[in-house]
């Protein structure tokens, strides 16, 4: 079990995750990876060189020990960073955006999906190429904005995201069932469904009444044939 998962609510699932380009990681190791190259270098140097005696030997037993301390530290310094790159995260749940990073020590910063105002996707020509986008989340937190930059796949990201938006806010809106029991019930009571027009009503309230009707069916609160029923029912009133 990864550390986000240790951060689940219940009934909160994970639908998709996502890492900054392996370009960063690479970024981030500039100064390793020079090391590793200047350390081949002066070993290169060291062996064409062999054993010339004199001061130059000693030169050379000095950049013997240059050569490891820049191997073994390049190297441990790039194992750092792979764990670091690895260990940082951007997650989206069924009700939430994590972004995780740490090794020792955690981090985790979270913003609700319902508090999602929109989301900026820029993408270059180069991030289009090697398939990755920077993405602006704008939120209505106190931070305002949640950065993420060069998000692999940042297009497909996006996507997920407000797809799981949208579901979250489905299932907000989705009515409670009424307990069963052995007496049928309407879906919806009679007090919830649109006044009706009095005394036949004329045409402006009838059609406000079935736009209040066509309302409650798309949000699933009445069904296709109770919407059918009432329908009929107003129109008979012209």
Known sequence: MGYTETLLANGERVVRRAHQHWFVLVWNARYSVLAIILAIVGLVLKVAVGNPGGFLDTLMSALGWIV?????????????????????????????????????????????????????????????????????VLTASESGIERLRMLKDAKTFKKAMLESKHELE????????PPASSAPAASTPAADWPTEPQGGGNADEISASLERLAGMRDKGLITQAEYDAKKQELLDRL
């Open 68 to 136: 490891l301390i820049l191997l073994v530290g390049g190297v441990l310094w790039f194992a750092w960073g792979l764990l670091r790159y690895r260990n940082e995260e951007y997650v989206i749940t069924s009700r939430r955006i994590i972004h995780a990073e740490g090794v020792i020590n955690k981090r985790a910063t979270d913003s609700s999906l319902e508090k999602i105002n929109d989301a900026i996707l820029t993408e270059s020509l180069f991030g289009r190429m090697f398939g990755f986008g920077d993405l602006d």
């Open 170 to 177: 489905i299932e907000i809106t989705r009515p409670t069932m």
